[in-house]
């Protein structure tokens, strides 16, 4: 079973900027994605983005342009680089990690952190 440590997160203000950092440990079987998720208070969790060991990224339309997720395969790692932060960015985010052929909601997830955008 993949673990999966996340750090970072905290409070920003709205148009600040934050780093979300993700590890990866256990593995046993190549990870074929990684990315981040985020559930806020009384919503459905949803993706944020995601990269496949082969570089592909996806990006809900709601942080396109202000997200950027950056992988390092051999560290079996995973960055969210989060700029123009809007009160909406305000959930807990989750990292998590599959394999080819299952899911994300089969993978492994991190504990979360929290992100408050507030001023």
């Known amino acids: 079973q993949v673990q999966l440590v996340e750090s970072g997160g905290g409070l920003a203000q709205p148009g600040g900027s934050l780093t979300l950092s993700c590890a990866a440990s256990g593995i046993n079987s190549p990870i074929y994605s990684m990315g981040w998720f985020r559930q806020a208070p009384g919503k459905q969790r949803e993706l944020v983005a995601t990269c496949t060991s082969g570089g592909t990224t996806r990006y809900a339309d709601s942080v396109t342009g202000r997200f950027t997720i950056s992988r390092h395969n051999a560290k079996h790692t995973v960055d969210l680089q989060m700029n123009e932060l809007k009160p909406d960015d305000t959930a807990v985010y989750y990292c998590?990690?599959?394999?080819w052929g299952v899911g994300a909601s089969q993978g492994s997830w991190g504990q979360g952190t929290q992100v408050t955008v507030s001023s």
């Open positions: 998590n990690a599959h394999r």
